[in-house]
């Protein structure tokens, strides 16, 4: 079993910067063999992938944050962050971490982030 949780999220001005960070707990195995990556879901609206990064590194970004988000990892409990640049008022919505591992996925509670000035 293995479980994540969030942080890093919060207020920002547009054109701001935040670094989620997403924790896990469990089996260190199943952490680092899992892709991983981010999803938001802002209100009214479905979640949506924003990053994923499989074990080995490769990288996906959704078209909306290319250029300005960077997800990355290492093989510690604090598997991934996503670091978010030229943050815009529609980046607000909640952050979740996502883990997949033979075909399961699990999922953290989400952590919000507000852009507004």
């Known amino acids: 079993q293995v479980q994540l949780v969030e942080s890093g999220g919060g207020l920002v001005q547009p054109g701001g910067s935040l670094r989620l960070s997403c924790a896990a707990s469990?089996?260190?195995?199943?952490?680092?063999?899992?892709?991983m990556g981010w999803y938001r879901q802002a209100p009214g609206k479905q979640r949506e992938l924003v990053a994923q990064?499989?074990?080995?590194?490769?990288?996906t970004y959704a078209d909306f944050v290319k250029g300005r988000f960077t997800i990355s990892r290492d093989n510690t409990r604090t598997p991934i962050y996503l670091q978010m640049n030229s943050l815009k008022p529609e980046d607000t919505a909640v952050y979740f971490c996502n883990g997949i591992l033979f075909s399961r996925a699990y999922w953290g509670q989400g952590t919000q982030v507000t852009v507004s000035s």
């Open positions: 990064i499989t074990s080995d590194g490769r990288t």
């Open positions: 469990g089996s260190i195995f199943s952490i680092n063999n899992m892709a």
